[in-house]
């Protein structure tokens, strides 16, 4: 069986991240050309250990951090290869595949 609190939560965690990357690269691009935009990332970041906090209810900070860690990678990077335009390497993609699995094993209980 799933733990879907650890998942839910680390995408929930990790969709900051997306959020984040997404803003800095396109200001540093100077698609985004006000640098109000940069405000808005800590904003976003003052609000990760609060469902943290509320995930630590669910499952342990090791797991926590290792499924946020993971899944904020996978969302990056597709979020880069799809919108981006960015590419991969074959090793970088493996690694990005190997990922899964380890998200795998460390949401199997």
Do not use: C, H
Not at 42 to 68: D, H, Q
């Amino acid at each position: 069986m799933f733990n879907l609190y650890s998942l839910g939560l680390g995408t929930l965690l990790a969709s900051i991240d997306l959020v984040m990357m997404y803003i800095v690269k396109q200001y540093s691009k100077g698609v985004f050309s006000s640098p109000y935009w940069m405000i808005v990332t800590p904003l976003l970041y003052g609000i990760a250990p609060f469902i943290l906090l509320f995930s630590l209810k669910f499952e342990t900070l090791v797991i926590m951090n290792m499924s946020w860690d993971l899944i904020s990678g996978i969302l990056v990077t597709a979020m880069a290869f799809l919108v981006l335009g960015e590419r991969l390497s074959l090793m970088k993609g493996i690694g990005v595949g190997l990922s899964f699995i380890a998200l795998f094993f460390l949401s199997y209980e």
